[in-house]
């Protein structure tokens, strides 16, 4: 079943051999450090094609020609770590992933070295790095935290043109109208290719609602 889920992942998403391979490296470090570090949910390991890389994968689609990245609370790289093992071969493409927890930089550090991703592994808390990134086209984050805490922390990016992708659950709708109370903001609320009740969050034009 998972060699079905994997062939069905890269044809659905054209992945080259050489991504695959590369692709095949990530699931492999994923499984192994999974055993040490607990850097997904166990029992989300048996799906990981499809729950986890394809669950990246689709953010392309919705940003074909970023070419800078920024994922939040990277934790096992994903969508972030995944997205530049697929996207290497892109001209300027590149991803800093940000990640508090010192052993889950050293997997993504690990993993990026051995996938040749081109990546930058910021060791860090998310309010002391974003205000020193810039000419980021995209900034992403799965699984870390509701959408008006997300839109707190990228507000320096999100109001200079800037491009927010959040993939959500059940509850998106619920987490756009709590923060529709403290910003003002362009909004997509996409379909997960994943997920039937899953949704990605795509925002664009962020200010302040006025007290």
Known sequence: MRTDLRARVLIEHNVSRETAEALDLYVAKLTRWQTVKNLVGPATLSEVWHRHVADALQLFALAPDAKRWLDLGSGAGIPGLILAIAGKGRPDFHVSLVES?????????????????????????????????????????????????????????????????????????????????????TRDLIPSRTDSQARIVRVTSL?????
């Open 101 to 185: 927890n010192a052993r889950k930089c050293a997997f993504l550090s690990e993993t990026a070295r051995l996938t040749g991703a081109p990546v930058t592994v910021h060791n860090a808390r998310i309010e002391a790095t974003v205000n020193s990134l810039t000419g980021i086209d995209v900034v992403c984050a799965r699984a870390l935290a509701p959408l008006t805490q997300l839109l707190t922390w990228t507000e320096p990016l999100l109001t200079s043109g800037t491009v927010g992708l959040f993939p959500k659950g059940r509850d998106a709708a619920a987490e756009l109208t709590e923060a529709e109370d403290a910003w003002t903001f």
């Open 207 to 211: 200010s302040r609602v006025d007290p």
